[in-house]
Protein backbone atom coordinates (compact mmCIF):
# COMPACT_ATOMS: atom_id res chain seq x y z
CA UNK A 1 0.00 0.00 0.00
CA UNK A 2 2.80 2.64 1.22
CA UNK A 3 4.62 1.67 -2.37
CA UNK A 4 1.26 2.58 -4.38
CA UNK A 5 0.78 5.70 -2.54
CA UNK A 6 3.94 7.33 -3.63
CA UNK A 7 3.46 5.93 -6.83
CA UNK A 8 0.25 7.90 -7.46
CA UNK A 9 1.53 11.29 -5.28
CA UNK A 10 4.85 11.03 -7.98
CA UNK A 11 2.73 10.48 -11.19
CA UNK A 12 0.24 13.21 -10.18
CA UNK A 13 2.40 15.72 -8.72
CA UNK A 14 4.26 15.64 -12.71
CA UNK A 15 0.97 15.39 -14.11
CA UNK A 16 0.04 18.71 -12.41
CA UNK A 17 3.28 21.06 -13.37
CA UNK A 18 2.57 19.88 -16.72
CA UNK A 19 -0.69 21.16 -16.83
CA UNK A 20 0.40 24.46 -15.52
CA UNK A 21 3.08 25.28 -17.54
CA UNK A 22 0.14 24.95 -20.43
CA UNK A 23 -1.95 27.45 -19.03
CA UNK A 24 1.39 29.47 -18.37
CA UNK A 25 2.84 29.90 -21.66
CA UNK A 26 3.55 32.32 -23.73
CA UNK A 27 0.99 35.32 -22.62
CA UNK A 28 -2.17 33.55 -23.12
CA UNK A 29 -4.87 33.64 -21.20
CA UNK A 30 -8.46 35.48 -20.46
CA UNK A 31 -7.35 38.52 -18.78
CA UNK A 32 -8.58 41.80 -20.15
CA UNK A 33 -7.01 45.28 -20.32
CA UNK A 34 -8.83 48.53 -21.22
CA UNK A 35 -6.84 51.96 -21.42
CA UNK A 36 -7.03 55.63 -22.37
CA UNK A 37 -4.65 57.77 -24.44
CA UNK A 38 -4.75 61.56 -23.51
CA UNK A 39 -2.84 64.53 -24.51
CA UNK A 40 -1.19 67.16 -21.23
CA UNK A 41 -4.81 68.65 -21.34
CA UNK A 42 -6.65 65.85 -21.03
CA UNK A 43 -8.17 65.82 -24.40
CA UNK A 44 -8.59 62.19 -26.19
CA UNK A 45 -6.04 60.97 -28.64
CA UNK A 46 -7.47 59.18 -31.43
CA UNK A 47 -5.13 56.84 -34.14
CA UNK A 48 -2.79 56.60 -31.92
CA UNK A 49 -0.77 53.29 -31.97
CA UNK A 50 -0.80 50.86 -28.63
CA UNK A 51 1.66 48.04 -28.61
CA UNK A 52 1.52 45.71 -25.85
CA UNK A 53 4.48 43.29 -25.48
CA UNK A 54 5.69 41.03 -22.88
CA UNK A 55 8.84 41.16 -20.62
CA UNK A 56 9.62 37.39 -20.41
CA UNK A 57 8.67 35.93 -23.75
CA UNK A 58 8.69 36.80 -27.32
CA UNK A 59 4.56 38.18 -27.78
CA UNK A 60 2.98 41.32 -28.57
CA UNK A 61 -0.25 42.71 -29.33
CA UNK A 62 -0.98 46.30 -31.05
CA UNK A 63 -4.50 48.40 -31.80
CA UNK A 64 -5.33 51.76 -32.25
CA UNK A 65 -7.31 54.11 -30.17
CA UNK A 66 -10.75 54.88 -31.12
CA UNK A 67 -12.37 58.13 -30.98
CA UNK A 68 -12.38 58.40 -27.25
CA UNK A 69 -8.41 57.98 -27.28
CA UNK A 70 -9.60 54.66 -25.79
CA UNK A 71 -8.30 51.21 -26.57
CA UNK A 72 -8.55 47.48 -25.05
CA UNK A 73 -7.06 43.87 -25.15
CA UNK A 74 -8.37 40.73 -24.43
CA UNK A 75 -7.42 37.25 -23.97
CA UNK A 76 -4.17 38.09 -21.81
CA UNK A 77 -1.66 36.03 -19.76
CA UNK A 78 -0.49 36.67 -16.50
CA UNK A 79 3.27 38.82 -16.76
CA UNK A 80 5.11 42.31 -16.53
CA UNK A 81 4.16 43.82 -20.18
CA UNK A 82 5.27 47.47 -21.74
CA UNK A 83 2.51 49.42 -23.26
CA UNK A 84 4.09 52.33 -26.02
CA UNK A 85 1.87 54.91 -27.32
CA UNK A 86 3.11 56.25 -30.52
CA UNK A 87 1.54 58.71 -33.24
CA UNK A 88 2.95 61.48 -35.47
CA UNK A 89 3.48 64.84 -33.54
CA UNK A 90 3.65 63.25 -30.18
CA UNK A 91 6.67 61.85 -28.05
CA UNK A 92 6.07 58.43 -27.48
CA UNK A 93 5.36 57.36 -24.20
CA UNK A 94 5.64 54.13 -22.51
CA UNK A 95 4.48 52.51 -18.76
CA UNK A 96 4.95 49.02 -17.29
CA UNK A 97 3.58 46.88 -14.96
CA UNK A 98 1.89 43.35 -14.18
CA UNK A 99 -1.50 41.98 -15.97
CA UNK A 100 -3.78 39.49 -14.44
CA UNK A 101 -3.93 36.35 -16.99
CA UNK A 102 -7.46 35.43 -15.52
CA UNK A 103 -9.64 38.60 -14.87
CA UNK A 104 -10.17 41.75 -15.56
CA UNK A 105 -7.21 44.77 -15.01
CA UNK A 106 -7.19 48.26 -13.73
CA UNK A 107 -7.73 51.03 -16.40
CA UNK A 108 -4.51 52.48 -18.15
CA UNK A 109 -3.73 56.36 -18.53
CA UNK A 110 -1.67 56.87 -20.72
CA UNK A 111 -0.41 61.06 -21.42
CA UNK A 112 1.19 62.15 -24.72
CA UNK A 113 3.18 65.03 -24.80
CA UNK A 114 3.26 67.02 -28.21
CA UNK A 115 7.09 67.71 -29.71
CA UNK A 116 8.48 70.57 -29.20
CA UNK A 117 6.77 71.20 -25.62
CA UNK A 118 9.39 70.89 -23.03
CA UNK A 119 9.31 68.13 -20.96
CA UNK A 120 12.00 65.81 -22.14
CA UNK A 121 11.52 63.10 -19.23
CA UNK A 122 7.75 62.02 -20.12
CA UNK A 123 8.78 59.95 -23.40
CA UNK A 124 11.53 57.72 -24.00
CA UNK A 125 13.97 57.52 -26.64
CA UNK A 126 14.08 55.08 -29.68
CA UNK A 127 17.67 54.10 -28.27
CA UNK A 128 16.85 53.58 -24.86
CA UNK A 129 13.14 51.53 -26.01
CA UNK A 130 15.92 49.84 -28.14
CA UNK A 131 17.84 49.13 -25.35
CA UNK A 132 14.63 47.65 -23.26
CA UNK A 133 14.03 46.15 -26.27
CA UNK A 134 17.34 44.15 -26.38
CA UNK A 135 17.53 43.46 -22.29
CA UNK A 136 14.32 41.94 -22.87
CA UNK A 137 15.77 39.36 -25.73
CA UNK A 138 18.51 38.61 -23.44
CA UNK A 139 16.26 37.70 -20.56
CA UNK A 140 13.89 35.63 -23.44
CA UNK A 141 17.70 33.60 -24.16
CA UNK A 142 18.64 33.00 -20.37
CA UNK A 143 21.56 35.53 -20.41
CA UNK A 144 20.28 36.92 -17.16
CA UNK A 145 23.88 39.46 -16.12
CA UNK A 146 23.58 40.49 -19.95
CA UNK A 147 20.13 41.81 -19.62
CA UNK A 148 20.77 43.03 -16.13
CA UNK A 149 23.43 45.71 -17.26
CA UNK A 150 21.04 46.90 -19.87
CA UNK A 151 18.29 47.21 -17.82
CA UNK A 152 20.44 48.79 -15.48
CA UNK A 153 21.67 51.75 -18.07
CA UNK A 154 17.99 52.47 -19.28
CA UNK A 155 17.06 53.23 -15.37
CA UNK A 156 20.08 55.13 -14.92
CA UNK A 157 18.86 57.50 -17.91
CA UNK A 158 14.98 57.23 -16.69
CA UNK A 159 14.52 57.03 -12.81
CA UNK A 160 11.80 58.62 -12.82
CA UNK A 161 10.57 55.23 -14.57
CA UNK A 162 10.65 52.98 -10.94
CA UNK A 163 8.51 50.32 -12.31
CA UNK A 164 11.36 49.33 -14.83
CA UNK A 165 13.46 48.16 -11.22
CA UNK A 166 10.89 45.23 -11.72
CA UNK A 167 13.25 44.59 -14.77
CA UNK A 168 16.17 44.29 -12.15
CA UNK A 169 14.67 42.44 -9.51
CA UNK A 170 13.57 39.77 -11.90
CA UNK A 171 16.87 39.28 -12.89
CA UNK A 172 18.43 39.25 -10.25
CA UNK A 173 15.88 36.42 -9.07
CA UNK A 174 17.33 34.13 -12.24
CA UNK A 175 20.45 34.74 -11.30
CA UNK A 176 20.08 33.56 -7.17
CA UNK A 177 21.06 36.79 -5.71
CA UNK A 178 17.63 37.17 -4.14
CA UNK A 179 18.88 39.77 -1.32
CA UNK A 180 19.64 42.27 -4.62
CA UNK A 181 16.24 41.09 -6.03
CA UNK A 182 14.51 42.10 -3.11
CA UNK A 183 16.29 45.46 -2.85
CA UNK A 184 14.64 46.25 -6.20
CA UNK A 185 11.15 45.14 -5.10
CA UNK A 186 10.87 47.58 -2.20
CA UNK A 187 12.40 50.26 -4.35
CA UNK A 188 9.73 49.69 -6.51
CA UNK A 189 6.97 49.45 -4.27
CA UNK A 190 8.91 53.04 -2.74
CA UNK A 191 7.82 54.53 -5.92
CA UNK A 192 4.56 53.24 -5.64
CA UNK A 193 4.09 54.13 -2.05
CA UNK A 194 5.20 57.48 -3.33
CA UNK A 195 2.15 58.08 -5.49
CA UNK A 196 -1.47 59.80 -4.56
CA UNK A 197 -4.05 57.54 -3.21
CA UNK A 198 -5.80 58.15 -6.28
CA UNK A 199 -3.30 56.89 -9.07
CA UNK A 200 -1.86 53.86 -6.53
CA UNK A 201 -1.23 50.38 -8.25
CA UNK A 202 -2.79 47.91 -5.52
CA UNK A 203 -2.49 45.44 -7.44
CA UNK A 204 0.87 46.19 -8.16
CA UNK A 205 1.97 46.28 -4.45
CA UNK A 206 0.22 43.22 -3.71
CA UNK A 207 2.17 41.40 -6.75
CA UNK A 208 5.50 42.67 -5.47
CA UNK A 209 4.70 41.74 -2.04
CA UNK A 210 4.17 38.27 -3.25
CA UNK A 211 7.79 38.73 -5.23
CA UNK A 212 9.15 39.04 -2.54
CA UNK A 213 7.77 36.13 -0.70
CA UNK A 214 8.76 34.50 -3.25
CA UNK A 215 12.51 35.57 -2.85
CA UNK A 216 12.42 34.67 0.57
CA UNK A 217 10.65 31.39 -0.06
CA UNK A 218 13.55 30.17 -1.97
CA UNK A 219 16.11 30.93 0.55
CA UNK A 220 13.70 28.22 2.22
CA UNK A 221 13.17 31.39 4.73
CA UNK A 222 9.25 30.08 5.16
CA UNK A 223 8.62 32.87 7.83
CA UNK A 224 9.56 35.87 5.52
CA UNK A 225 7.96 34.14 2.71
CA UNK A 226 4.81 34.03 4.41
CA UNK A 227 4.75 37.03 5.89
CA UNK A 228 5.00 38.90 2.72
CA UNK A 229 2.10 36.30 1.08
CA UNK A 230 -0.23 37.75 3.80
CA UNK A 231 0.46 40.95 2.73
CA UNK A 232 -0.51 40.64 -0.62
CA UNK A 233 -3.50 38.71 0.14
CA UNK A 234 -4.43 41.57 2.59
CA UNK A 235 -3.82 44.12 0.16
CA UNK A 236 -6.02 42.39 -2.35
CA UNK A 237 -8.24 39.83 -0.92
CA UNK A 238 -10.24 40.05 -4.08
CA UNK A 239 -7.84 38.57 -6.66
CA UNK A 240 -8.77 35.05 -7.30
CA UNK A 241 -5.49 34.96 -9.69
CA UNK A 242 -2.88 36.18 -6.93
CA UNK A 243 -4.40 33.28 -4.58
CA UNK A 244 -4.28 31.32 -7.11
CA UNK A 245 -0.74 32.11 -8.08
CA UNK A 246 0.44 31.74 -4.15
CA UNK A 247 -0.89 28.50 -4.34
CA UNK A 248 1.52 27.53 -7.16
CA UNK A 249 4.70 28.98 -5.02
CA UNK A 250 3.80 27.12 -2.30
CA UNK A 251 3.16 23.68 -4.67
CA UNK A 252 6.48 24.02 -6.12
CA UNK A 253 8.22 24.47 -2.77
CA UNK A 254 6.45 21.22 -1.70
CA UNK A 255 4.65 23.09 1.21
CA UNK A 256 1.42 21.47 0.63
CA UNK A 257 -0.76 22.16 3.49
CA UNK A 258 -0.19 26.46 2.52
CA UNK A 259 -0.85 25.03 -1.39
CA UNK A 260 -4.46 23.63 -0.14
CA UNK A 261 -4.96 27.06 2.05
CA UNK A 262 -4.47 29.16 -1.12
CA UNK A 263 -6.15 26.77 -3.58
CA UNK A 264 -9.48 26.73 -1.02
CA UNK A 265 -8.86 30.63 -0.68
CA UNK A 266 -9.34 30.93 -4.77
CA UNK A 267 -12.30 28.45 -4.97
CA UNK A 268 -13.81 30.54 -1.88
CA UNK A 269 -13.49 34.11 -4.27
CA UNK A 270 -14.20 32.60 -7.76
CA UNK A 271 -16.24 29.21 -6.88
CA UNK A 272 -16.97 28.40 -10.75
CA UNK A 273 -13.42 28.19 -11.93
CA UNK A 274 -12.69 24.90 -12.88
CA UNK A 275 -9.12 25.32 -12.72
CA UNK A 276 -8.49 25.74 -8.89
CA UNK A 277 -10.28 22.45 -7.60
CA UNK A 278 -8.18 20.29 -10.15
CA UNK A 279 -5.15 21.89 -8.92
CA UNK A 280 -6.39 21.22 -5.20
CA UNK A 281 -7.00 17.25 -6.18
CA UNK A 282 -3.43 17.00 -7.12
CA UNK A 283 -2.71 19.01 -3.92
CA UNK A 284 -4.88 16.30 -2.27
CA UNK A 285 -2.80 13.29 -3.88
CA UNK A 286 0.26 14.78 -2.73
CA UNK A 287 -0.63 14.29 1.28
CA UNK A 288 -2.03 11.04 0.25
CA UNK A 289 -5.96 12.18 0.58
CA UNK A 290 -7.37 9.97 -2.04
CA UNK A 291 -11.54 11.07 -1.21
CA UNK A 292 -10.49 14.45 -1.03
CA UNK A 293 -8.89 14.18 -4.31
CA UNK A 294 -11.86 12.36 -5.95
CA UNK A 295 -14.21 14.87 -4.66
CA UNK A 296 -12.54 18.01 -6.19
CA UNK A 297 -12.08 16.16 -9.76
CA UNK A 298 -15.76 16.01 -9.48
CA UNK A 299 -16.60 19.30 -8.73
CA UNK A 300 -14.08 20.09 -11.92
CA UNK A 301 -16.23 18.05 -14.13
CA UNK A 302 -19.77 19.21 -12.28
CA UNK A 303 -19.24 23.12 -13.11
CA UNK A 304 -16.66 22.63 -16.20
CA UNK A 305 -17.78 22.79 -20.16
CA UNK A 306 -17.60 19.04 -21.13
CA UNK A 307 -14.63 19.72 -23.89
CA UNK A 308 -12.81 22.00 -20.92
CA UNK A 309 -9.50 20.03 -20.89
CA UNK A 310 -9.30 20.37 -17.38
CA UNK A 311 -12.64 18.79 -17.50
CA UNK A 312 -11.36 15.66 -19.39
CA UNK A 313 -7.86 15.48 -17.06
CA UNK A 314 -10.06 14.99 -14.12
CA UNK A 315 -12.09 12.43 -16.07
CA UNK A 316 -8.57 10.98 -16.57
CA UNK A 317 -7.44 11.44 -13.17
CA UNK A 318 -10.44 9.33 -11.40
CA UNK A 319 -9.71 6.33 -14.10
CA UNK A 320 -6.49 6.15 -13.24
CA UNK A 321 -7.28 6.66 -9.53
CA UNK A 322 -9.49 4.17 -9.41
CA UNK A 323 -7.49 1.50 -10.81
CA UNK A 324 -5.12 1.26 -8.02
CA UNK A 325 -6.32 -0.93 -4.71
Do not use: H
Not at 132 to 141: H, P
Not at 303 to 316: F, L
Amino acid sequence: MKGNKFVICAFFLILSFSVYALYSQEGRGSGRLKGVVVDEAGNPIEGAKITLEYLKFSYTKTTVTDSKGEWAFIGLGLGEVTVEAEKEGFIKSFIQFQVSGVSKNPMQKIVMKRIGESSPATGISDSSKDLLLQGNSLFDEGRFAAALALYQEFVNTYPQLYKVRLNLGNCFMELQEYDKAIAEYQKVLEGVNAEPADKRDNKLMAQLYASIGDAYLRQDRFKEAEEYFVKSMDIDPSDYALAYNVAEIMMNANKVDEAIRYYEMTIRIKPDWPKSYLKLGYAWLNKGEKQKAIEAFNKVIEIGPPDDPDVVQAEEVIKQISKIK
